[in-house]
T-cell receptor, first 117, second 112 residues
Framework: GAVVSQHPSRVICKSGTSVKIECRSL??????MFWYRQFPKQSLMLMAT?????????EQGVEKDKFLINHASLTLSTLTVTSAHPEDSSFYIC?????????????FGPGTRLTVL | GDSVTQMEGPVTLSEEAFLTINCTYT??????LFWYVQYPGEGLQLLLK?????DKGSNKGFEATYRKETTSFHLEKGSVQVSDSAVYFC???????????FGKGNQVVVIP
């Protein structure tokens, strides 16, 4: 089946530093990848949608200068949390869509737990 | 905007018991409805889906019926196993729109 990986699975950093999270589609090419954020006992909230080779589309209320998304290839997207602060601590999940059909299934990564001290 | 509501709190039950997880939604038009499952340490996996009213999605013994009159998509399984222990998320998307709206999820713990 379609597998999506994320790295790292957990990261702890100091306030003010930047953290990069990688999302890879291991056995398929993903023209579109999605980044979600999940707070404890809350829903997954879509942060942004990224298409390979173009700028990401951010959801309302998500700071694009804070959460930098790069989708440089059909198998890799990265999310960089810049100048991280404790309120950025959260569970970040990516997903990748197979093919170009808008109703095609999304496959999810296992998530990355970010803790900012 | 579109939203999904799941029942509050974790669900703990014994093996072979009947499982129901409630899900209701608020949306315009005719969204597609989904149940995702997340096993420990893994990513969300699509469990089942339904794309129009009265459709029944089913997989691995789980079922859910798209009820437009009650805007619901409750998940059921007749006899759960320990291996069904996971977090279950209800979600919807509008047709032709790749954005998923998720409920908060329910932790299900099945005790031997």
């Amino acid at each position: 089946g379609a597998v999506v990986s994320q790295h790292p699975s957990r990261v702890i950093c100091k306030s003010g530093t930047s953290v990069k999270i990688e999302c890879r589609s291991l056995d398929f090419q993903a023209t579109t990848m999605f980044w979600y954020r999940q707070f404890p006992k809350q829903s997954l909230m879509l942060m942004a949608t990224s298409n390979e080779g173009s700028k990401a589309t951010y959801e309302q209320g998500v700071e694009k200068d804070k959460f930098l998304i790069n989708h440089a290839s059909l198998t890799l997207s990265t999310l960089t949390v810049t100048s991280a602060h404790p309120e950025d601590s959260s569970f970040y999940i990516c997903s990748a869509r197979v093919g170009t059909g808008l109703d095609n299934e999304q496959f999810f990564g296992p998530g990355t737990r970010l803790t900012v001290l | 905007g579109d939203s999904v509501t799941q029942m509050e709190g974790p669900v703990t039950l014994s093996e072979e018991a009947f499982l129901t997880i409630n899900c209701t939604y608020t949306a315009t038009g005719y969204p597609s409805l989904f149940w995702y499952v997340q096993y420990p340490g893994e990513g969300l996996q699509l469990l089942l889906k339904a794309t129009k009213a009265d459709d029944k999605g089913s997989n691995k013994g789980f079922e859910a019926t798209y009820r437009k009159e009650t805007t619901s998509f409750h998940l059921e399984k007749g006899s759960v196993q320990v291996s069904d222990s996971a977090v279950y998320f209800c979600a919807l998307s509008q047709r032709g729109n790749n954005r998923l709206a998720f409920g908060k999820g329910n932790q299900v713990v099945v005790i031997p």
